[in-house]
Nanobody
């Protein structure tokens, strides 16, 4: 069974940066598209970014130009570099792929 474990969340001031990491299990990680989602209090979970097995990327309009998704297939890791963070980016961020979800990591953007 696939396991996804996120890390790297925390409290950051507006304009700051964070890098989220997702560690995956499974020998066929390199064949799967991977995604980041987020869920703010009172809101539905929303898609943030995707990276294909080929390395192609897509972003939600609200984060395009500020967030960068990347992967390291050798380490079975997915990353989300978040720059110029805004209070509206505050949410629990989830890694998704290989048919599973991580437990989430909290990101809070506040002064």
């Amino acid at each position: 069974q696939v396991q996804l474990v996120e890390s790297g969340g925390g409290l950051v001031q507006p304009g700051g940066s964070l890098r989220l990491s997702c560690a995956a299990s499974g020998s066929i990680f390199r064949l799967y598209d991977m995604n980041w989602y987020r869920q703010a209090p009172g809101n539905q979970r929303e898609w943030v970014a995707s990276i294909a097995s080929s390395g192609g990327t897509n972003y939600a309009g609200s984060v395009k130009g500020r967030f960068t998704i990347s992967r390291d297939n050798a380490k079975k890791m997915v990353y989300l570099q978040m720059n110029n963070l805004k209070p509206e980016d505050t949410a629990v961020y989830y890694c998704n792929g290989l048919g599973g979800w991580g437990q989430g990591t909290q990101v809070t953007v506040s002064s």
